[in-house]
DNA sequence: CGTCTTTGACCCGCGC
DNA sequence: GCGCGGGTCAAAGACG
């Protein structure tokens, strides 16, 4: 499937942002606490939802750091309530619940889509990423279904697929955020299979890379540990889920679609039932209490847990799990201050995060 | 027995 | 054109 490294227009983007705003200093990390966010939801966005003021949205709101100083993107583009969707989970929860900063692909941030929960499986940069690239077939998510029909035989031989090379391709919508624990693969709820692992130049660490094993459902994800500080790890996104729940309640959270609320936002949801969906006895739910989140464009929400997570995302997806909160969530007031962390990351938060946006805001 | 992880090889895009 | 790095495949092994 995708071969394509992370360089996505936006990403180029990103990374030329990087360059020109490589500039700086330290940014205070975030540290969001919240406090119902492990043990009330998925991503610590507890029932509440509002603690969140920051949650997502707060990823909105670094995206349009990313793309300029300009607006919040994302978050007009959420801004409007939307009705929960309560379909399909469109993000991979990620096991924090509030992205701190998030790094939409400045295409489209640019465009500006509106997030569509329930197209959660058309993700689609509905815009022009969609067609150009993925036309054969070549998506992960659903044109991995016909790949794997179809050519699994030719495939055999590895990837030959023979790809136009005019057409770059594009990435599904990717988003990543970092989380303070020892566990390098967190649970959030969905079956992954470990499909490769590859050193990082830049870390020690190594990468692994992830795909979610729900037939059709294409999302992956990689898994990085910061080469700074090893006690963060990086965890990117790519795609949606196509299926309400967890592939297989196997040994995650053993909730139904039905009534995981979770997924309703698409991924991240963060519906005022969430919490109900975490079973103390999930993973998920010992990740949160585990470990730390950071936020990073959190400002200070918080409250009582010592819960700290970063938020990057390069997607225009994210929107979709953020949906589920949009309804109440509050417009960050500050932009996403720094991420200490993701300064010092070198691994995806390179590809993902712009220099830019982990520094401070300035205007 | 089925599923998942590990691991080496291969392919691709990009920079030089 | 070449080399590097990233991403993916798939066989083999490990595990429950």
């Known amino acids: 499937m995708d071969r394509k490294p992370l360089n996505d227009d936006a990403e180029e983007l990103i990374k030329r942002r990087h360059e020109q705003s490589s500039s700086s200093g330290a940014s205070p990390s975030f540290h969001l606490d919240i406090p119902g966010a492990f043990g009330g939801g998925v991503f610590g966005l507890p029932c509440d939802a509002e603690k969140g003021s920051l949650g997502f949205m707060d990823l909105l709101g670094v995206q349009d750091y990313v793309s ?7 978050f007009d583009l959420l801004q409007p309530p939307q009705p929960p969707p309560l379909q ?8 924090l619940l509030s992205p701190a900063s998030t790094v939409m692909e400045s295409s489209d941030a640019a465009n500006q889509q509106p997030p569509t929960p329930a197209n959660s499986s058309s993700l689609s940069p509905s815009s022009n990423e969609g067609q150009t690239n993925k036309t054969a077939g070549e998506e992960d998510g659903e044109g991995e279904e016909e790949e794997e029909q179809g050519n699994n035989q030719e495939k055999t031989k590895k990837q030959l697929k023979p790809k136009k090379k005019n057409q770059k391709r594009q990435r599904e919508p990717r988003f990543a955020f970092m989380t303070k624990s020892d566990v390098d693969h967190l649970d ?12 990082v130049k830049h870390s ?14 294409g999302v992956k994800k990689r898994v990085e540990r910061s080469s700074e500080d090893p006690s963060i790890v990086v965890t990117t996104y790519e795609g949606q889920h196509t299926h309400l729940t967890p592939a297989t309640p196997r040994g995650s959270l053993g909730f139904s679609p039905e009534t995981a609320t979770y997924g309703a ?5 963060l519906s005022s039932t969430t919490s109900s969906f975490l079973h103390p006895q999930s993973n998920f739910y010992q990740h949160h209490q585990q470990h730390q989140y950071l936020y990073g464009s959190a400002p200070s929400v918080n409250t009582g847990s010592s819960a700290s997570a970063s938020f990057i995302s390069s997607s225009p997806s994210i929107p979709s799990f953020n949906q589920a909160q949009t309804h109440n969530f509050v417009r960050p007031s500050a932009l996403p201050r720094s991420l200490s962390a993701l300064q010092r990351d070198h691994g995806l938060l390179e590809d993902i995060v712009p220099t830019r946006m982990r520094e401070e805001p300035k205007e």
């Open 68 to 74: 300029g100083p300009a607006a919040y993107s994302l």
């Open 204 to 217: 020690p660490y190594p990468r692994s890379y992830y795909r979610c094993t729900s037939a059709g459902c």
């Open 188 to 199: 959030d709820g969905y079956r992954w299979r470990k499909y490769g692992q590859k050193a």
């Open 88 to 95: 399909l989970p469109a993000q991979p929860p990620p096991p």
């Open 265 to 269: 936002g698409g991924g991240f949801g």
